[in-house]
């Protein structure tokens, strides 16, 4: 007879078998026929399947929590308090910046580095929306484009963004095409500002994990549990 522990881990293992499969059909009828089944119905099928409740390999099984929101508002609060006294302003106000898009909108963090200038879009909606050029597609299919409305005071955080940091990195600053995340590095031949990378950035949200959420520190703190957070 199997013991309790082999038999938890073939639950677990049938479980994550049998939302794959739901999830691949959902992918389907989205990519085929969600246009024909919303002239017919009036329904907009969607993915019930989240990514988070999609796990495989080492996650299969394990309980992933995000931190509180005590422990994020904490985090964010003391982070954004400490910016005005940072040894280098800019690098602190836009790490702070990228990682308050994890949590307020759920973005990548490669979603979030290759945002320009002209992908948000206050004309849009009640709050204004960013646009994602390059978002995760599915099975290889390439990039895939979205909308995110700037919920959860995005909308405040991208104008104070704009309106008080952005111009002091360069004067790309009203350049559509400019990163809207940029690196201290200018390129003179293009004109506008290097793109940050993803280690900088993840480097950033370390370093004020540290300092502010101890608890979290080590690693636990990512983006993509920001992300799962949102």
């Known amino acids: 007879f199997p013991t ?5 881990l073939h639950a677990v293992s049938t479980r994550a078998g049998k939302a794959g499969a739901l999830a691949l059909f959902y992918e389907f009828v989205v990519a085929r026929y969600q246009g024909q089944i919303h002239r017919m119905t009036g329904v907009v099928v ?3 399947i989240d990514e988070f ?5 080492a996650s299969l099984g394990k309980v992933r929590v995000p931190p509180s929101d005590a422990e994020v508002d904490g985090l964010f609060a003391s982070w954004r308090g400490s910016i005005p006294e940072a040894r280098k302003y800019l690098p602190a106000a836009r790490d702070y910046f990228a990682a308050a898009l994890w949590r307020r909108l759920g973005l990548r963090i490669t979603e979030t ?7 948000w879009r206050p004309d849009l909606g009640g709050f204004g ?3 994602v050029r390059f978002g995760k597609g599915s099975r290889g299919r390439g990039s ?5 409305p700037a919920i959860n005071g995005a909308d405040k955080l991208i104008d104070w963004w704009l309106g008080d940091v952005r111009h002091r990195f360069g004067p790309d600053w009203d350049d559509p095409d400019a990163p809207m995340i940029p690196s201290e590095r200018f390129d003179h031949e293009l ?7 993803d280690d900088v950035l993840r480097r950033g949200l370390a370093r004020a994990t540290e300092r502010f959420l101890p608890a ?3 690693g636990r703190m990512t983006p993509h549990v920001l992300r799962h957070y949102c």
């Not at 309790?4 to 938890?8: A, F, M, P, V």
């Not at 580095?113 to 992908?119: A, E, K, N, S, Y």
């Open 4 to 8: 309790r522990r082999s038999s938890d």
């Open 46 to 48: 969607e993915q019930p």
């Open 53 to 57: 409740n999609r796990q495989s390999g």
């Open 113 to 119: 580095v290759m945002l320009d200038i002209r992908d």
């Open 129 to 131: 929306k960013l646009h």
């Open 144 to 148: 895939k484009q979205r909308l995110v």
């Open 191 to 197: 004109g506008r500002s290097w793109r940050a990378s």
């Open 216 to 218: 979290w520190a080590g």
